[in-house]
């Protein structure tokens, strides 16, 4: 190899072809070793070729210099309409303009492994790509160009969505036993036009179950209205439901319609109806008896040809008994009931939900995050989440925001979520004194944080490298 290096033993083979392209003119000139030279192009040409994966090289300035046939396959181009070309215009894949891989290699002069990013094919398909990247340098250390490979999973990523498909329904994602006996009936509720009482604890995604039913059933092409009941003051509430007609009061200079006229033909969502004034509740009471109602202000009523689905965090049996929710509107509107657990009754879905709000949040924010770490995943297994899926939705916003590369750790959730530091908790079998098991506690954290590179965390430890290799070995960390 002469006195080029190469930073990752997997791009051997693709280093010996970008060095003889580099070395062509060199040989030439030299008749005596043309034969052979111009054989060990040829030669590595052929190997290159026969291999499954994407493979091409760059020079300093991100031009590409030599691609094979399975890159070729994968992006949809010929070599010689790649060759030349910067490796943007071909790969064109998620991260090239924010956090493009070979140029974090040649910038850092550090390997990047096995990320996972879509690309866009020429001819307008998206493929999933797994991608590694290497910078080579010469005898002085300057940089000469960068080697990458991809791997195509579109066939992996499309059988995994199809079995996520079975825990998946409208955009509501479990594998929970009571959930998914839910899902079952939803086609079956969708159907009619029965009023729907939707009971679970806030962020348990009460709205999601609501427009499941309005997108499955006969009125999914007319509106859907959402109204927070508890969000509104109670002097406003009535106007807003039904509206009001010109001279209602002083500032109604024109007829304002409610959101009831809004959802005409379609289904109007009562969120937190527990909150709705007793007053209020008579009216909503002939909306469901009589189906009509009656704008502020107006001397006759409007027919209500809308579907009502309201939803409720408390008791309402509880509230009767107080005298704070008329019994009579509480039977009108518990004609079909869906019970919806609380997070920690359905731990079995923090998973899927943590990978679906990554793949969420890569979309929104241009990312590439694979995962969590196996501390995190632990961390938010064992958490009881008093904001339900609402409340996991966004630790892992707040993390994808901070995440700066594919595996979401520990530092990277909201402080709470981790206070390691301040409250320490120590195996009461852990043999070591309390101090030796801070000590411990803090290399594994660094360690984590340097994502197993020993020579940063030793640095970051003001620790001679031996000296870590010997903590490690004396608290059983190799």
Known sequence: MGPYKVANVQHFIVLIIFVMQLKR??????????????????????????????????????????????????????????????????LRSNICEKSCALKCSLETGKNVVDRR????????????????TSPLTDENGKFIGGVETFRDLTQIEELKKEINKS??????????????KVFDTLPIISQSDSTVLIQGPSGSGKELFARAIHSLSNRKKQPFIAVNCGALPDTLLESELFGYVKGAFTDAKKDKPGRFALAKGGSIFLDEVESLPL?????????????????????????????VIAATKEELINLIKK?????????????????????????????????HFIDKFNK??????????????????????????RELENIIEHASVMCQSTRIRTSHL??????????????????????????????????????GNKILAAKDLGLHRSTLWRKMRKYGLI
């Open 117 to 132: 990013v879509n690309i866009l094919r020429e001819d307008g398909r998206e493929l999933y790509v797994s991608i590694s």
């Open 323 to 355: 005298e704070k929710f008329r019994d009579d509107l509480f039977y009108r509107l518990n004609v079909v009931k869906i019970e919806l657990p609380p997070l920690v009754r359905r731990r079995d879905d923090i998973p899927i939900l943590i990978s």
């Open 25 to 90: 003119s060199r040989t030439l000139m030299n008749k005596r070793k043309e034969p052979k030279k111009r054989f060990e192009i040829k030669h590595t040409d052929i190997i290159l070729d026969s291999i499954t994966d994407g493979v091409f090289t760059v020079d300093e300035n991100m031009v590409i210099t030599y691609i094979n046939k399975a890159a070729e396959k994968i992006t949809g181009l010929s070599r010689e309409q790649a060759i030349g070309e910067y490796c943007f215009e071909v």
């Open 167 to 180: 825990y998946t329904y409208e955009d509501i994602v479990s594998k929970n036993q009571l959930i998914l």
């Open 414 to 451: 909201p402080p709470e979520l981790t206070p390691k530091k301040q409250k320490m908790i120590i195996d009461e079998k852990e043999s070591h004194p309390p101090i030796q098991a801070f000590e411990k506690q803090l290399i594994q954290e660094t360690l984590e944080k340097h994502n």
């Open 279 to 307: 007053s209020t509740q008579v009216k909503l009471l002939r909306v469901l008896q009589e189906k009509e109602f009656e704008p502020l202000g107006a001397t006759a009523s409007v027919k209500a040809d809308v579907r």
């Open 364 to 389: 929104r924010m241009g990312k590439a995050i694979e995962d969590v770490s196996k501390d995190v995943m632990n961390i938010l297994m064992d958490y009881d989440y008093p904001g339900n899926v």
